[in-house]
């Protein structure tokens, strides 16, 4: 009797501490895995001169020129981000990064975040050189949600529930590391997690 009482003991305080612990139960329920934590900048390198800080669960950046790389290379993935950019802000979040020392729109996919960007058709919400931006979308003076879905030579971006990038095509680069861009502004990423497909 003392035995099935301690067994069920041991029964009850391990699920108690599983419902007490609803981050690590959110993420294994639907897949997804934080690439910045809120607090350290652990997982990411810092090439360039921007200013990135963290504090209160926040990235920031108002400086630049430079990126976040991410130490880790994805191939296939579905990227949910939240940020927060001025209207003048030059921004963007790069995937399957070919070089982590030197981050471009030419080695890497550059999702942007660029606003007043003098070809609109690859401004916020456009994959820049392969995808143009459909509706023109505007991020300026408030916190967004992105989803980026990168499946083999397939591309979809959604911002803020709407479709900017449909379904556009392109097989130069098969993997690689994620990169937050710093070009210009003010720029905040509260949320990155990402999901293998």
Known sequence: MQFILKRLLAVTFSLAAALLSPTSHAQAQDGYTDLIDGVSLDGWNIIGSANWAIGKGIIESN?????????????????????????????????????????????A?????????PAQEYSTGAIVDIAKVNPIHKAGGRWNTMEIVANGSQFKVTMNDVVTVGDARDSQFAEGPIALQSAGGTVRFRKLQIKPL
């Open 63 to 107: 400086k630049p020129s430079g990126f976040l790389v991410s130490s880790k290379s994805y191939r296939n993935f579905i990227i949910r981000a939240e940020f927060w950019a001025e209207s003048n802000t030059n921004s963007g979040i790069f995937i399957r990064c070919q070089d982590q020392n030197k981050v471009s729109s030419s080695n």
């Open 109 to 117: 996919y550059e999702i942007n975040i660029w606003d007043t960007r």
